[in-house]
């Protein structure tokens, strides 16, 4: 059984301003679990920023309590908050890297504020930029590096001081998608190399989709739904699931009498036709409606609807035949993108 690194029982955050008073979050309940790749998404404002400034306590909950390796932070003194925190590092969309320090300097910047020794300090920044490929430019400032490099620099200023959790917001926003992926991948690299738990805030699906084995969505401050990232994927449960799952929103909003099937690719070999060879076998053409498939390391990841033939043979016919090629598949009653 997993064993809890991470519980949030009940939490709430309100801001209060002069004239009005903001529930940013509302009867949170979770548990990230040690080694997890844990997604936390949601769309703009929906809460996921405060949450992840609730864990590690930068803000403080109004109510609830957050639990960290079995410490209730809500009740730690201001002192050993600071000791607490050193085990939860975080990295940001914009780096917030010191301009006037090099990529060496900017990791060692931590340990030097916890009074590691100089050449002790330089010895693991030098095995850190290696980690992250970037053993060559360690004397390279911020503005002479790529944000993909930026963001290796503050991967590995955030590993400076051993954590047990790293908190991603919004750490891959800023990027091109060649460069998230990269990113992703690094993350997945430094998850399954030194066991870290990593929470992934963000509002893209895909970035869920491609690192994380569980996922929490958030919307209107309340958790919506949580679970594997698999189980959600396929089968949304709520409306603020289907919004970020499927293509525009819920696929019932785009009825027109037809029948569709909505086929999940979750890691089958990307050089396997499989459409093709369905058509092949089943002797008759199918309109593709809609598709959002990307290929990593050679396998394919991401969904399709295609409109079925009319014929109820037919179609019978090709949604065994998907599901004996070992996918996900349901029907949709039409859908037109």
């Given at each position: 059984?997993?064993?809890?690194?991470i519980?949030?029982?009940?939490?709430?955050?309100?801001?209060?301003?002069?004239?009005?008073?903001?529930?940013?979050?509302n009867?949170?309940?979770?548990?990230?679990n040690?080694?997890?790749?844990?997604?936390?998404i949601?769309?703009?404002?929906?809460?996921?920023s405060?949450?992840?400034?609730?864990?590690?306590?930068l803000?403080?909950?109004?109510?609830g309590?957050?639990?960290?390796d079995?410490?209730?932070?809500?009740?730690?003194?201001?002192?050993?908050?600071r000791?607490?925190?050193?085990?939860?590092?975080?990295?940001?969309?914009?780096?917030?890297?010191?301009?006037?320090?090099?990529?060496?300097?900017?990791?060692?910047?931590?340990?030097?504020?916890?009074?590691?020794?100089?050449?002790?300090?330089?010895?693991?920044?030098?095995?850190?930029?290696?980690?992250?490929?970037?053993?060559?430019?360690?004397?390279?400032?911020?503005s002479?590096?790529?944000?993909g490099?930026?963001?290796r620099?503050?991967?590995?200023?955030?590993?400076?001081?051993?954590p047990?959790?790293?908190?991603?917001?919004?750490?891959?926003?800023?990027?091109?998608?060649?460069?998230?992926?990269?990113?992703?991948?690094?993350?997945?690299?430094?998850?399954?190399?030194?066991?870290?738990?990593?929470?992934?805030?963000?509002?893209?699906?895909?970035?869920i989709?491609?690192?994380?084995?569980?996922?929490?969505?958030?919307?209107?401050?309340?958790?919506?739904?949580?679970?594997?990232?698999?189980?959600?994927f396929?089968?949304?449960?709520?409306?603020?699931a289907?919004?970020?799952?499927?293509?525009?929103g819920?696929l019932?909003?785009?009825?027109?009498?037809?029948?569709?099937?909505?086929?999940?690719?979750?890691?089958?070999?990307?050089?396997?036709?499989?459409?093709?060879?369905?058509?092949l076998?089943?002797?008759?053409?199918?309109?593709?409606?809609?598709?959002?498939?990307?290929?990593?390391?050679?396998k394919a990841?991401?969904?399709?609807?295609?409109?079925?033939p009319?014929?109820?043979?037919?179609?019978?016919?090709m949604?065994?035949?998907?599901?004996?090629?070992?996918?996900?598949?349901e029907?949709?009653?039409?859908?037109?993108?």
């Amino acid at each position: 059984m997993s064993e809890a690194i991470i519980e949030i029982n009940s939490l709430c955050k309100t801001f209060v301003t002069k004239d009005r008073q903001v529930n940013a979050l509302n009867n949170i309940n979770l548990t990230i679990n040690k080694g997890d790749i844990f997604g936390i998404i949601g769309m703009s404002g929906a809460g996921k920023s405060t949450l992840v400034r609730c864990i590690n306590m930068l803000e403080k909950p109004t109510d609830g309590t957050v639990f960290f390796d079995g410490t209730d932070l809500t009740k730690l003194s201001a002192k050993k908050l600071r000791e607490v925190r050193r085990s939860m590092s975080m990295i940001f969309q914009q780096f917030n890297l010191m301009m006037q320090r090099t990529a060496e300097q900017n990791i060692c910047f931590p340990m030097e504020l916890e009074g590691v020794d100089k050449k002790a300090a330089k010895e693991k920044a030098k095995e850190l930029l290696k980690m992250v490929g970037l053993e060559d430019r360690a004397k390279a400032y911020p503005s002479q590096l790529s944000g993909g490099q930026k963001q290796r620099v503050a991967i590995a200023r955030a590993l400076a001081t051993n954590p047990k959790v790293l908190l991603c917001d919004e750490a891959t926003s800023a990027l091109d998608p060649k460069t998230t992926t990269s990113i992703l991948k690094l993350l997945k690299d430094i998850n399954k190399r030194l066991g870290i738990t990593i929470i992934i805030i963000t509002h893209q699906m895909s970035v869920i989709e491609e690192i994380c084995n569980r996922v929490a969505i958030i919307a209107d401050s309340q958790i919506a739904e949580c679970g594997r990232v698999e189980d959600i994927f396929y089968k949304p449960q709520t409306a603020a699931a289907q919004k970020l799952v499927y293509p525009e929103g819920k696929l019932t909003d785009k009825l027109i009498g037809k029948r569709c099937m909505r086929i999940v690719f979750d890691g089958n070999s990307s050089f396997e036709p499989v459409i093709a060879n369905m058509v092949l076998e089943c002797k008759a053409p199918v309109n593709i409606m809609y598709a959002d498939t990307k290929n990593i390391d050679g396998k394919a990841f991401g969904q399709m609807v295609v409109q079925l033939p009319q014929d109820e043979n037919l179609a019978k016919k090709m949604f065994s035949y998907v599901k004996a090629k070992g996918l996900s598949v349901e029907e949709v009653t039409g859908y037109v993108g």
